[in-house]
């Protein structure tokens, strides 16, 4: 039995410090591990352990060991007990678009007209503005102080095609804070849209484990990195204060508009450089590819021939040559000399763009075979490789054989040979 102090005034004071110290495991065991409401809980500690105490009683005593007995609220960090466990999270999540506002979806308009306008400023609606207003100005300065083209990212991944960047990869490995510095630091066209992926890869764990700790301790990192490298009225800096900030209900609707909003300011800001062109403010082909001369010239004095931002921007000379002014001789000269280049590098990925592009060329610039022999080398080289490779060389054995009439027993690469001998 529990042995209670003298009263004083009619008033009893409860049980004693010990006696709460020794009952510490079995109210946490009922009230925090099981999740009985308070009421519940009252009633089985007297029942099962004879500790009586009222529900003012056992408030005192949770805020005395706050966070350990803090149903509500979560700490920034992960939660452990004074022994090192784990505190699991005992209070329901609220279901996606369950009792949300509509003016939280106000901020869609400017991107999707068919939704309905609500003038109500709520804090949702803000918080969303704020992410979106960001994201524009950090778009905008990136094209308008750096030359960036849209070939150096890409906006959508194809349907059914896996996302095997760099990123994803350090994802899996888990080590995303730590390999992600450099992503935040460069004053890359392509970091907006990783962080979007990242961002809503962690969400989708956190809602699949039950668990968001991860994407807030990721938003929490990348916070303190951006407070290093960028200035007080840095876009990125406010973004991530909201972004913290959001409720964890709200984020996945946030993520979204904050993803279109990116996707529309990089389109509206892609100049020359990119192979599809937008015809309100497409640039002249002339003065397309007078400007790709220039600065390839500009890259081959600063850099090597070989350098990676050489590279990248003679691979988007060379699609703007056959896509915008169908100069097929010129485009010739510029992929034999890509393939020239990077023949000894290990840029199979986009070596076997460029192989394609001489096959396609040969016919029409009377090179006759030479294009299909290179295509053809570069098939025999992406069966070597990895699963994804060999895909690939799977893939342009089809477009090889459209291309060209083989005879019968001639082998076009070892997943399509036709003469039945596997040939190497």
Request: hydrophobic share 35%; proline share 5%; charged share 25%.
């Amino acid at each position: 039995m529990v042995h209670r102090g003298p009263r004083h005034n009619g008033i009893t004071p409860g049980p004693m410090p010990e006696e709460w110290e020794r009952m510490k495991n079995h109210i946490y065991q009922i009230y925090i591990l099981e999740g009985h409401t308070l009421k519940d809980m009252i009633l089985r500690m007297e029942t099962d352990h004879g500790f009586k105490a009222t529900e003012k009683m056992y408030n005192t005593f949770f805020k005395k060991l706050r966070p350990l007995f803090n149903k509500n609220k979560r700490a920034k960090s992960e939660l452990q007990g004074r022994d090192g466990v784990k505190i699991p999270r005992t209070r329901p999540r609220r279901l996606q678009g369950h009792g949300q506002n509509t003016s939280r979806q106000q901020p869609y308009r400017r991107i999707l007209p068919c939704l309905s306008f609500n003038p109500q400023m709520c804090d949702g609606y803000a918080n969303q503005m704020v992410v979106l207003n960001p994201t524009e100005v950090y778009v905008h300065r990136l094209f308008d102080t750096f030359d960036f083209s849209s070939s150096h990212f890409d906006i959508i991944v194809p349907p059914g095609v896996p996302d095997n960047s760099s990123v994803w990869q350090q994802t899996s490995d888990g080590m995303v804070c730590e390999r992600l510095k450099n992503i935040l630091g460069n004053n890359d066209s392509a970091m907006i849209i990783k962080f979007w992926r990242i961002c809503r890869r962690l969400y989708e764990t956190g809602l699949q484990l039950g668990n968001y700790l991860i994407l807030q301790s990721f938003l929490q990192y990348i916070q303190r990195l951006a407070a290093i490298r960028y200035p007080e009225n840095h876009p990125v800096r406010g973004l991530l204060r909201v972004l913290c900030k959001i409720p964890i209900h709200e984020f996945s609707e946030t993520l979204e508009i904050g993803y279109l909003r990116t996707i529309t300011c990089l389109q509206s800001r892609v100049g020359f450089g990119n192979a599809i062109k937008y015809n309100r403010q497409a640039p002249s082909t002339d003065e397309i590819l007078s400007r790709y001369r220039r600065v390839l010239e500009m890259a081959q004095q600063s850099f090597t021939l070989t350098e990676t931002r050489t590279i990248e921007i003679l691979h988007g000379y060379t699609y703007a040559a056959y896509c915008n002014a169908n100069d097929f001789a010129l485009t010739w000269n510029l992929a034999f000399d890509l393939v020239n280049r990077v023949e000894s590098m290990g840029f199979v990925s986009d070596h076997r763009k460029w192989c394609h592009l001489l096959c396609i060329l040969s016919r029409s610039t009377g090179h006759g075979k030479q294009g299909h022999d290179i295509l053809k080398l570069a098939i025999w080289k992406l069966e070597r490789g990895d699963r994804e490779c060999q895909t690939r060389a799977v893939m342009l054995a089809g477009v090889l054989a459209a291309e060209t009439e083989y005879p019968p027993d001639t082998c076009i690469g070892i997943f399509d040979c036709r003469c039945g001998k596997h040939c190497n």
